[in-house]
Nanobody
Framework: LVKLVESGGGSVQAGGSLRLSCTASGFPDTSYCMGWFRQVPGKEREGVATISARGEVTYTDSVKGRFTVSRDNAKNTQYLQMNSLKPEDAAMYYC?????????????????WGQGTQVTVSA
């Protein structure tokens, strides 16, 4: 059974930084895609970034240059370093994973989900 556990959310002022972590368990090996998605009430879950097992990354346009996704395959963990946070970045952030290759950055393509961690950004 695959399990994803996020940590690192919290509250920060605009312009600040946060680092999210997500540790996966239950995969037979590390050849899976990991990603970050976010959602605010009343809106669809939005793709933020994905990273393949080989380190290939994809970002949504609104976070390019501010967010960095990385992963440590030895620890089955991915990270999302969020810098220059804006109030519009505030959301519930979800860790996600997909068996094998990374799909387009859309929630419907991901197979597994964490419970989410809240990020709050005050102006």
């Amino acid at each position: 059974l695959v399990k994803l556990v996020e940590s690192g959310g919290g509250s920060v002022q605009a312009g600040g930084s946060l680092r999210l972590s997500c540790t996966a368990s239950g995969f037979p090996d590390t050849s899976y895609c990991m990603g970050w998605f976010r959602q605010v009430p009343g809106k669809e879950r939005e793709g933020v970034a994905t990273i393949s097992a080989r380190g290939e990354v994809t970002y949504t346009d609104s976070v390019k240059g501010r967010f960095t996704v990385s992963r440590d395959n030895a620890k089955n963990t991915q990270y999302l370093q969020m810098n220059s946070l804006k109030p519009e970045d505030a959301a519930m952030y979800y860790c996600a994973a997909r068996d094998f290759s990374c799909p387009p950055l859309e929630a419907r393509y991901m197979d597994h989900w964490g419970q989410g961690t809240q990020v709050t950004v005050s102006a």
